[in-house]
């Protein structure tokens, strides 16, 4: 299991770098391409050094970057990249989301919010959530609802290591940190 797991992030870490250079190579007059390439790069930011990349990207920080702008749909894309990251802080992280709030006030915006609620509530804070979803009355929408989901299921909240547990009995854990037991047929 960690060798698949860490097969994965080496993928995903060399379609990041080969997305970021063919972006870097695109002639500015393709305009479909650069939105293509940009768009799609956040999807492959997993390693502390890509998140901290297109982190620097969005504060200005990246040379090669500046002449792409990044929409604001792009910059909730890099903060669901900077909630899976384990150097940033909970503080920078917070401030972060905030940062891009402030420039999203529509309900999009909103369900962002939401999401990343979820991610970082406490155990606590959690269930009450999870509560809410059977609440008959809830004003909630839809989309709203889906949103908290994306939040329990973020992979900011994926454990990528063995629990210890299984680790000493050599057993397979799903990425959550959870033991996997294979039905015996």
Known sequence: ????????LQLNDKIFRTLIEKLQETDAKDKSKIILLRDKCFSFAYSEENIQLVLDWLNGNVESLKNFELTISNKWRIAQAVARS?????DQKKALIQRIHDL????????YVRQFTTIFATDAEREAIWQSFFDKDTKESVRMFEYTMLGFNDESNICLLYTSDAADDLLCVDLGGRRIIKKKK
Do not use: A, V
């Open 1 to 8: 299991c960690p060798q698949e797991i860490q097969k994965k």
């Open 86 to 90: 384990k150097t940033i802080s909970y």
């Open 104 to 111: 999203d006030q529509s309900d999009q915006g909103s369900y």
